[in-house]
């Protein structure tokens, strides 16, 4: 049986969400303030968190950045009333898996929590991999090239992991939005491309001269995890 934390003071909300996911074979775990759910997780050890932003004593942000520092591949998914870009962005640096607004339907939040918690399944049953100088260690989150450490945001290791998953096949910007930043509508497509640009400038033996994260024009990207002659 798979257990879900929910961090929430609303009692209206987190009653629901325990209705929510109890029908559906969980086990839930709550707490209506941050220390109280950063206590808890390292109790219980959770396969996924629902984390509301708005909290007495600690902020979101904070237990979000306190979650995935030290345990990486638990998602979590924010809830909260915030719904500008700029959070949202700001959390899914941090390497929150989703963000869901509220008021919300129960059953997108399912939905979202689960297909979190099936990425996090894929990530843990590979957790390295290498190509041309890089190694990226997704259990530890630590990305090397050339045996020198190379720096990667949580989000960039999520980035990084959907490519290597789907290697040589050609990746939308809209997939890739809504598979690794968690949701379907997003401001500009641009984001994939910055990102993407980033990327190349920390795992590419030449960033202007791509040979692993490839543009395909008019398409999108594909990942080759060796060059082709």
């Given amino acids: 049986m798979a257990t879900i934390l929910v961090i929430e003071d609303d009692p209206r909300i987190m009653k629901a969400l325990h209705r929510l996911f109890a029908a559906e074979g969980y086990q839930i775990h709550s707490a209506s303030e941050g220390k109280q759910g950063l206590e808890m997780f390292a109790s219980v050890a959770p396969d996924a968190v629902v984390l509301d932003l708005m909290l007495p004593g ?3 942000r904070d237990i979000c950045r306190s979650l995935k520092g030290s345990w990486p591949d638990t998602p979590v998914v924010i809830l909260s009333a915030i719904s500008d870009v700029a959070d949202k962005v700001l959390l899914l640096e941090l390497g929150a898996d989703d963000y869901v607004t509220k008021p919300f339907s129960p059953r997108e939040l399912l939905a979202r929590v689960q297909a979190a918690m099936r990425r996090s399944k894929r990530i843990r049953t590979r957790p390295t991999i290498g190509f041309g ?3 990226l260690d997704f259990a530890r989150m630590q990305a090397t090239k050339n045996g020198s450490l190379v720096p990667l945001t949580a989000h960039e290791f999520k980035l990084v992991r959907f490519f290597v998953d789907n290697p ?5 910007r809209e997939e890739l939005l809504n598979e690794v930043w968690g949701y379907n509508s997003y401001p500009s497509t641009r984001t994939v ?3 993407i640009l980033k990327l190349r400038q920390k795992l590419e033996a030449n960033p202007a001269d791509p040979v692993h994260f490839c543009t395909v024009h008019g398409a999108g990207y594909r990942f080759v995890p060796v060059p082709h002659n």
Avoid: A, K, P
């Avoid at 040589?168 to 939308?172: D, I, K, P, S």
């Fill in 193 to 195: 491309d910055n990102q």
């Fill in 58 to 60: 600690m902020s979101g």
């Fill in 168 to 172: 040589e096949r050609v990746l939308t």
């Fill in 133 to 135: 100088d890089v190694q």
